[in-house]
């Protein structure tokens, strides 16, 4: 699960009604990991969450384990694309030029309410809370160019809920998940491309990067028993039958070949 932020919002004219419309991601936007949400990015999931008629949840800063921070319910939600005539006044001209994910949403009131619902209603009404952001999961994505430069486009996604938060939260979880292997296979080459490189390992949660190394270890398990070497390492001679047989390379072996490549790398970052 990931999280994205945005800041643009505005609450209903009377905060006691609770109500509040946001723009919870914007399309276009190229944030600080290279992250782009893609136009059509929540067609999927807007829908499916219509057919099961249940609410998409409103929480305060993603908190889910704990029911007193679910605290509203979406009431609408709607891809913008550019140029579309729904696109509020308030929000900026990059918004309006590239669209985003719109909602509408009401917090809980009355005496059912939660402590956290009542602040919330306030912080926002005061604007002293001004971001919202949202958690989801990526089913479709990929390298792509926007504007000449190199981003991952985020093409489909699977929406959870959105937040109200003090300060967004911004991709804090996997980037690769199923993909250890396919990195694993080519390491050796995406250390050459060190911009690449950093964005994929820096948003690695701990066990995607255990992942990595565990199909790094595993590679050179294959290569060795299969009678090759591994990269940047002398043939080993054949030895006398009846020898101790050399034994696979452990996790650690691999964590060591991973150190050594991300110190590569920051040589090569230091020299550039």
Request: charged share 30%; net charge negative.
């Amino acid at each position: 699960m990931k999280f994205k932020a945005c800041t643009a919002f505005k609450v209903a004219d009377d905060m006691a009604s609770g109500q509040f419309e946001a723009i919870v991601s914007v399309f276009g936007n190229i944030d600080h990991v290279g992250d782009v949400v893609m136009p059509g990015a929540f067609t999927e999931t807007l829908a499916a969450w219509k057919a099961t008629g249940d609410p998409i949840p409103v929480l305060w800063s993603h908190r889910m384990d704990d029911p007193r921070f679910s605290i509203g319910v979406v009431q609408e939600a709607a891809e913008l694309m550019p140029g579309d005539a729904r696109i509020p006044e308030w929000v900026d001209t990059w918004i309006k030029e590239h669209g985003g994910l719109w909602v509408r949403a009401q917090l809980d009131m009355g005496a059912d309410a939660s402590e956290v619902a009542v602040a919330a209603r306030k912080l926002l009404a005061d604007r002293r809370v001004k971001q919202f952001s949202f958690a989801y999961d990526t089913l479709d994505s990929g390298w792509g160019k926007v504007d000449g430069q190199e981003v991952y486009e985020l093409r489909k996604l699977g929406l959870f809920e959105v937040s109200c938060t003090l300060v967004g939260c911004n991709d804090l979880t996997q980037l690769l998940g199923a993909k250890a292997a396919a990195l694993a296979s080519g390491w050796s080459d995406l250390i050459k491309e060190p911009t690449k490189f950093a964005r994929l390992v820096s948003d690695m949660t701990e066990a995607e990067f255990r992942a990595v190394l565990d199909e790094m270890a595993k590679a050179d398990s294959g290569r060795r028993n299969d009678g090759g070497t591994t990269e940047g390492e002398p043939a080993k001679r054949e030895e006398p039958e009846g020898a101790k047989r050399e034994e696979p390379p452990t996790l650690d072996a691999a964590t060591d070949r991973l150190l050594a490549d991300l110190s590569l790398l920051e040589l090569e970052v230091a020299l550039s």
